[in-house]
């Protein structure tokens, strides 16, 4: 119950009301078929909202929650028999690499189909050989034991060897974004020297262009007017004389 008045009033969308008196605010919260929930209450006036106050409660107990992030147990089964080809053990191993390397554990199940029971070695070999692929960065938390008609095997991340292996993929990951650098400037690098070569044609081009315009230009006679410098005909050469051209 709040038995201060006024409040400072939020709306269930989050909108600022203001100060309003404190039956108003409930008389509001009754008509939006919701609570009025007191969510600062040392301030002058305390703040209050209308919500519904079983998701509120909800929703703060889900804060509180410890995360168990980085704590959890992963599964793995290596399929339905020990007749799983080496290549799916790979890629079994490396599901559970991801895993690992985000600190959770890994519990590793080997089942038997049929009579393959009796050949429990061979489940065995399946399970070392998965361990083996991971013993870079997991250790042997409980070995290989029996559960019914299936071995199993729980694994769990060795920190000091998480750690150096994600240095090492920080390095790997560091000298490949070198590298690509390096390639990208060798690239940028032949660009500009094609640009430069063509840039030195095209003003080699302009030259000669600009030199067989000057050659194609007319000459100019002594009176100042042009003449075409292309053969004449004498004929043209000799009237023109006469008339003083």
Not at 97 to 103: A, E, K, T
Not at 128 to 147: G, S, T
Not at 199 to 220: C, I, S
Request: proline share 5%.
């Amino acid at each position: 119950m709040i038995r201060i008045s006024p409040i400072r009033l939020i709306g269930p969308n989050n909108e600022q009301i203001g100060v309003t008196e404190t039956h108003d605010a409930l008389r509001m919260a009754e008509e939006a078929g919701l609570d009025l929930v007191e969510v600062v209450s040392d301030s002058r006036p305390p703040v209050c909202k209308i919500m519904d106050y079983g998701k509120y409660k909800y929703e703060l107990s889900k804060k509180k929650q410890p995360s168990s992030k980085g704590n959890e147990l992963k599964e793995i089964r290596l399929g339905r028999s020990i007749k799983i080809d080496k290549h799916d053990i790979a890629i079994r191993s490396q599901q559970a690499r991801r895993f690992l390397m985000d600190g959770h554990k890994v519990q590793v199940i080997q089942r038997f189909k049929g009579r393959e029971f009796a050949h429990k070695d061979l489940g065995l070999d399946n399970l070392r050989d998965f361990f083996e692929a991971l013993e870079d960065i997991a250790k042997v938390e409980q070995p290989p034991r029996p559960f019914g008609r299936q071995f199993t095997m729980l694994l769990a991340p060795d920190k000091p060897k998480v750690e150096s292996a994600r240095r090492r993929l920080e390095k790997l990951a560091k000298e490949e974004q070198e590298a690509e650098e390096e390639r990208l400037n060798a690239q940028i690098a032949e660009l500009d020297a094609r640009d430069a070569d063509e840039a030195e044609d095209d003003d080699d081009q302009v030259e000669v262009e600009a030199a067989e315009q000057e050659e194609q230009k007319p000459e100019k006679t002594k009176k100042g007017k042009q003449r075409d410098q292309r053969a004449s005909n004498p004929v043209d050469d000799e009237i023109a004389e006469l008339l003083g051209e």
